[in-house]
């Protein structure tokens, strides 16, 4: 008789130290396609910003592991995937060899630079996951350089839209889908080598989780899956269960959207009963007429991220631990738009939504939650032409300061959270664009001032070097500053400026700007903004703010206003 084969189990629920090594070739594969994409792709927007996500889905469509990438793309890719399947691509159409992609927004999308992919996966005709991969791509199309329109005013006019379809049937690859979006877009070339790079990721995933799939059987893979989910939702409802039940509201804003001059609410009411987290979204403004709406994916995403950082436990991220938030938002609402409302800048409502959910844990767990972080993905792109006529489009995202909490000051000029971008060298930058940067560096007194300061926001400053330019930018919180807690002050607004070559002013530009036309020697100049500070000013330790002197996080005279006698004995 032959002996049984040790790495071929029967199909049944893996033990505990099988299930962890499951757990973590999961894992594996997810971070090798984004490993991949990282190594392969062509824009700075990928391959240095690091602005993509990759996942892993089990066989039926729910999420069980993910790389470290942006929560604002893996929150939201397993409900993309949901829409697709109860749509136009139930599981059972789907065939070995497929790829399915979308950018639609109003079909589980995020916003049209975001084209997702995903691929089922087959071990003998049997499906057993699908890998899924989500990129922001340079440029596809619309009013603007980086497909970021300030001045849209619907969905049209925000670029080149792909609802739910086979990219690849059974192998068979739709060039002409391809041609169609590289027609659309001012960067095909880069555009066209990170998509080549997204395809050829899901590849690679495909293949590991093949090799996962026979090691230790569909079914066994399929009840480690379950386990996996299980676990994350068990963990979940014993850290809910420590937080004291009862409802909780919290109101930010946004400054307002590129079209109308007025503040948009975004409203939490916050419940926590037992082991589950109800948030309610009602009292959010309706839809704004510009572009920093988010569909119901969106918000859903931010308000998972604001929960997940509030609670603060090491729970591994995947469907299960979604399962004890509910979350409802009012159609037709800045939180939960309805079509053909524009969303490029939905991130200005998606990083406020996570602000307020954090706002109302602080009611929750007082002396516990940090004051707030900077709250906006600060977006801007330069479409330029060189002298020789070739086109090109710089896209950048910045970061600002973090908010002070009990144990430490707030980071400075720090990205992770919602987004958790990487930042772009500016040799790098230089060296493929026509600009040359003039300061890149921390914007001293833009944290405020607590017990616990806010992180500094930072200053970017370029000028153009080609012979004309045209700028866009998508920012926020130029009006309304990230709030402190605990009695911390609030930290800086952001603010965007332009200075004319051969003049020495700074003329002060509109947080939303569309096709602003810039001539060489012209300048451009961000300053981003600072965290919110946690607790009484009047608490901080004098050595501290002698510190913040000599580091240049907060100017003498700033420490002297905000601090008083302390800072002159810091002296």
Same mark, same amino acid.
């Given at each position: 008789?032959?002996?049984?084969?040790?790495?071929?189990?029967?199909?049944?629920?893996?033990?505990?130290?099988?299930?962890?090594?499951?757990?973590?070739? /999961?894992?594996?594969?997810?971070?090798?396609?984004?490993?991949? +994409?990282?190594?392969?792709?062509? %824009?700075?927007?990928?391959?240095?910003?690091?602005?993509?996500?990759?996942? @892993?889905?089990?066989?039926?469509?729910?999420?069980?592991?993910?790389?470290?990438?942006?929560?604002?793309?893996?929150?939201?890719?397993?409900?993309?995937?949901?829409?697709?399947?109860?749509?136009?691509?139930?599981?059972?159409?789907?065939?070995?060899?497929?790829?399915?992609?979308?950018?639609?927004?109003?079909?589980?999308?995020?916003?049209?630079?975001?084209?997702?992919?995903?691929?089922?996966?087959?071990?003998?005709?049997?499906?057993?996951?699908?890998?899924?991969?989500? @990129?922001?791509?340079?440029?596809?199309?619309?009013?603007?350089?980086?497909?970021?329109?300030?001045?849209?005013?619907?969905?049209?006019?925000?670029?080149?839209?792909?609802?739910?379809?086979?990219?690849?049937?059974?192998?068979?690859?739709?060039?002409?889908?391809?041609?169609?979006?590289?027609?659309?877009?001012?960067?095909?070339?880069? @555009?066209?080598?990170?998509?080549?790079?997204?395809?050829?990721?899901?590849?690679?995933?495909?293949?590991?989780?093949?090799?996962?799939?026979?090691?230790?059987?569909?079914?066994?893979?399929?009840?480690?899956?379950?386990?996996?989910?299980?676990?994350?939702?068990?963990?979940?409802?014993?850290?809910?269960?420590?937080?004291?039940?009862?409802?909780?509201?919290?109101?930010?804003?946004?400054?307002?959207?590129?079209?109308?001059?007025?503040?948009?609410?975004?409203?939490?009411?916050?419940?926590?009963?037992?082991?589950?987290?109800?948030?309610?979204?009602?009292?959010?403004?309706?839809?704004?007429?510009?572009?920093?709406?988010?569909?119901?994916?969106?918000?859903?995403?931010? +308000?998972?991220?604001?929960?997940?950082?509030?609670?603060?436990?090491?729970?591994?991220?995947?469907?299960?631990?979604?399962?004890?938030?509910?979350?409802?938002?009012?159609?037709?609402?800045?939180?939960?738009? *309805?079509?053909?409302?524009?969303?490029?800048?939905?991130?200005?409502?998606?990083?406020?939504?996570?602000?307020?959910?954090?706002?109302?844990?602080?009611?929750?767990?007082?002396?516990?939650?940090?004051?707030?972080?900077?709250?906006?993905?600060?977006?801007?792109?330069?479409?330029?032409?060189?002298?020789?006529?070739?086109?090109?489009?710089?896209?950048?995202?910045?970061?600002?300061?973090?908010?002070?909490?009990?144990?430490?000051?707030?980071?400075?000029?720090?990205?992770?959270?919602?987004?958790?971008?990487?930042?772009?060298?500016?040799?790098?930058?230089?060296?493929?664009?026509?600009?040359?940067?003039?300061?890149?560096?921390?914007?001293?007194?833009?944290?405020?001032?607590?017990?616990?300061?806010?992180?500094?926001?930072?200053?970017?400053?370029?000028? *153009?070097?080609?012979?004309?330019?045209?700028?866009?930018?998508?920012?926020?919180?130029?009006?309304?500053?990230?709030?402190?807690?605990?009695?911390?002050?609030?930290?800086?607004?952001?603010? *965007?400026?332009?200075?004319?070559?051969?003049?020495?002013?700074?003329?002060?530009?509109?947080?939303?700007?569309?096709? /602003?036309?810039?001539?060489?020697?012209?300048?451009?100049?961000?300053?981003?903004?600072?965290?919110?500070?946690?607790?009484?000013?009047?608490?901080?330790?004098?050595?501290?703010?002698?510190?913040? +002197?000599?580091?240049?996080?907060? %100017?003498?005279?700033?420490?002297?206003?905000?601090?008083?006698?302390?800072?002159?004995?810091?002296?």
């Amino acid at each position: 008789m032959t002996a049984p084969d040790p790495i071929r189990p029967d199909p049944i629920r893996p033990d505990p130290i099988r299930l962890e090594i499951i757990r973590h070739a /999961l894992v594996a594969a997810a971070e090798e396609m984004s490993i991949t +994409v990282w190594r392969t792709s062509r %824009s700075s927007v990928v391959r240095e910003i690091l602005d993509y996500s990759t996942c @892993v889905f089990d066989a039926n469509g729910r999420s069980i592991a993910q790389a470290a990438r942006m929560p604002v793309h893996l929150n939201s890719m397993p409900s993309c995937l949901a829409d697709i399947l109860a749509g136009p691509f139930p599981i059972e159409g789907w065939d070995e060899g497929d790829v399915i992609v979308t950018n639609d927004p109003y079909a589980g999308g995020q916003h049209l630079p975001d084209i997702q992919t995903f691929k089922p996966v087959f071990v003998d005709g049997r499906l057993v996951a699908i890998a899924g991969i989500l @990129v922001h791509h340079l440029d596809v199309g619309g009013g603007a350089p980086g497909s970021y329109y300030a001045q849209a005013t619907e969905i049209f006019h925000e670029g080149f839209r792909i609802p739910p379809l086979k990219l690849v049937e059974r192998g068979r690859r739709n060039e002409q889908v391809i041609q169609l979006l590289l027609r659309n877009s001012r960067e095909p070339e880069n @555009v066209g080598g990170d998509f080549a790079s997204q395809l050829a990721a899901l590849d690679v995933g495909v293949a590991n989780l093949q090799r996962l799939a026979r090691r230790y059987g569909p079914d066994t893979l399929q009840a480690a899956a379950d386990a996996i989910q299980d676990q994350s939702e068990a963990a979940m409802r014993r850290a809910i269960a420590a937080i004291p039940d009862g409802t909780w509201k919290f109101t930010d804003h946004v400054d307002d959207d590129g079209i109308e001059d007025r503040p948009l609410a975004v409203a939490v009411t916050l419940t926590v009963a037992g082991d589950t987290i109800a948030v309610d979204l009602a009292g959010s403004s309706p839809q704004a007429a510009g572009p920093v709406n988010c569909t119901l994916n969106m918000t859903s995403s931010a +308000v998972i991220c604001g929960v997940m950082m509030a609670i603060g436990a090491d729970i591994p991220a995947n469907a299960g631990c979604y399962r004890p938030i509910t979350i409802a938002a009012p159609p037709g609402s800045v939180v939960n738009a *309805l079509s053909p409302a524009p969303v490029a800048n939905r991130m200005a409502i998606g990083h406020r939504v996570v602000n307020a959910v954090l706002g109302a844990f602080a009611g929750a767990l007082p002396g516990q939650i940090p004051a707030a972080y900077y709250g906006v993905s600060y977006a801007y792109a330069l479409g330029s032409r060189r002298t020789d006529g070739q086109r090109q489009v710089y896209f950048d995202l910045e970061c600002g300061g973090w908010g002070g909490h009990p144990d430490a000051d707030g980071a400075a000029a720090f990205s992770c959270g919602f987004h958790n971008i990487s930042s772009s060298p500016v040799e790098m930058i230089e060296a493929t664009y026509p600009v040359r940067f003039l300061r890149y560096g921390l914007a001293p007194d833009t944290g405020g001032a607590g017990f616990r300061r806010g992180g500094t926001g930072l200053e970017r400053s370029f000028l *153009l070097t080609a012979p004309e330019g045209r700028f866009a930018a998508n920012l926020d919180r130029f009006k309304f500053a990230p709030y402190g807690l605990e009695g911390g002050e609030p930290g800086s607004t952001g603010r *965007l400026e332009v200075r004319r070559s051969g003049s020495d002013d700074w003329q002060s530009l509109p947080s939303k700007v569309a096709g /602003l036309p810039l001539a060489v020697g012209d300048a451009i100049r961000l300053v981003t903004s600072g965290g919110g500070g946690w607790g009484d000013p009047a608490g901080r330790e004098a050595a501290r703010v002698a510190d913040d +002197v000599a580091d240049g996080y907060v %100017s003498a005279g700033a420490a002297g206003r905000q601090y008083g006698p302390r800072a002159a004995a810091a002296d």
